[in-house]
């Protein structure tokens, strides 16, 4: 399967402790997108790599959130201090920016739980 | 607030035609899109239209689009139970996909 992969899928973890989910994007693709999503909610744009430059971060990225794409490929999205409200699901997506590439591809999700 | 919205619950029989209702704000959006979330995975992507263009059907899936109204339609024909499933709608706007809250539809045997 080349499609989207996310790694851990589920992930528990204590308040205040940090957590790394990582992405692998489709491989021709060089544009990759990280989402959250809460239970009863669409999915809420957190930010947007080109290759490996970060090119656009939400609001909803606060300090304690960061994300990088250090070689163009696989990205890490890191949260640290972790807070209750910080438990949702964290998906990644990636687009091909090539031709009429347009389409958005997700991959099955992070889902974090902060106890 | 969302920019997109749709309405919360949709309730089928089997073998009936489910219709699902979007509206959008953002008449410069190029592409629209519907993808579909089962219980804890992720979104698969059912369909997408261009802007300027007014119909898509793939297989029992029709999409419509008003661009007038800022409206998008998803018809399923003879929907089935392995239809439930949460519907997004979706528009993307420069590099930003953003979606609606989801229309939860039920079909009943």
């Known amino acids: 399967d080349t499609g989207v992969s996310q790694n851990p899928r589920h992930k528990i973890t204590k308040r205040g402790q940090n957590v790394t989910f990582r992405c692998d994007p489709i491989?021709?693709?060089?544009?990759l997108y990280w989402y959250r999503q809460t239970l009863g909610q669409g999915p809420e744009f957190l930010t947007y790599?080109?290759?490996?430059?970060?090119?656009?971060k939400s609001r909803l990225l606060s300090d304690r959130f960061s994300a990088e794409r250090p070689k163009g490929s696989f990205s890490t999205l890191e949260i640290q201090r972790t807070e209750q409200g910080d438990s949702a699901m964290y998906l990644c997506?990636?687009?091909?920016?090539?031709?009429?590439?347009?389409?958005?591809?997700f991959g099955e999700g992070s889902w974090l739980t902060v106890v | 607030g969302e920019d997109v919205e749709q309405s919360l619950f949709l309730s089928v029989r089997e073998g009936d035609s489910s219709v699902i209702n979007c509206t959008y704000t953002d008449s410069s959006s190029t592409y629209l899109y519907w993808y579909k979330q089962e219980p804890g995975a992720g979104l698969q992507l059912l369909t997408y239209?261009?802007?300027?263009?007014d119909m898509k059907q793939d297989q029992r899936l029709t999409v419509l689009l008003n661009k007038k109204d800022k409206h998008l339609s998803l018809r399923i024909a003879d929907t089935q139970t392995g239809d439930s499933a949460i519907y997004f709608c979706a528009e993307i706007i420069n590099n930003d996909m953003r979606f609606g809250a989801g229309t939860r539809l039920t079909v009943k045997p």
């Open positions: 239209i261009f802007s300027n263009m």
């Open positions: 790599f080109q290759n490996e430059a970060q090119l656009e």
């Open positions: 997506a990636s687009r091909s920016g090539r031709g009429r590439g347009n389409t958005i591809y």
């Open positions: 491989s021709e693709h060089n544009r």
